[in-house]
């Protein structure tokens, strides 16, 4: 996947969270992206436990053989806590794409009590296990833009 390709991906789990965002839930955005470039799956938050990654990695697990999925890239707008990293390992994904880093989330969320953040890189909890998942993040020049719906939501 070339950087202009991850840019694009990027966007469309933006437009996910924002759709997340106008439903009432977190605004959080993942796709499952495959060796075609194809997007297979769309999901978006739930709730402070049914994260978009962990669900889109779970419903990816139940529906393509793990075989298959190691050659798919989970793209994802923030960096992924510890849950939804292990969720993405167990479910053999073999790809991580994400735009802003945890710190600059938390910037945006404070202490809010429905995103106790948690400082533990993606990159951390993938290293200690015994596949080696790429990891491409953070992407600057698009921060801004999918940091842009935590602005007003957690205000509320």
């Not at 997007?39 to 709730?47: A, I, P, S, Y």
């Not at 991580?96 to 910037?107: P, S």
């Not at 015994?130 to 999918?146: A, R, S």
């Amino acid at each position: 996947m070339t950087r202009d390709q991850m840019l694009a991906h990027l966007r469309a789990a933006g437009d996910v969270a924002r759709e997340a965002a106008v439903h009432g839930h977190h605004p959080f955005g993942a796709v499952l992206v495959g060796p075609d470039d194809r997007v297979l799956m769309r999901q978006g938050n739930l709730d402070t436990v049914r994260h978009a990654e962990t669900e889109l990695a779970r419903r990816a697990a139940a529906a393509y053989p793990a075989k298959f999925l190691w050659s798919c890239t989970l793209v994802t707008t923030g960096e992924p806590c510890a849950m939804c990293t292990g969720t993405l390992y167990w479910a053999n994904i073999g790809r991580l794409v994400y735009g802003y880093e945890e710190e600059k989330l938390l910037a945006e969320t404070g202490d809010h009590p429905e995103n106790p953040t948690m400082n533990l890189s993606s990159r951390t909890v993938l290293a200690s296990g015994q596949k080696p998942i790429e990891v491409f993040g953070p992407f600057p020049e698009i921060e801004d833009e999918l940091l842009e719906p935590h602005r007003t939501f957690w205000q509320r």
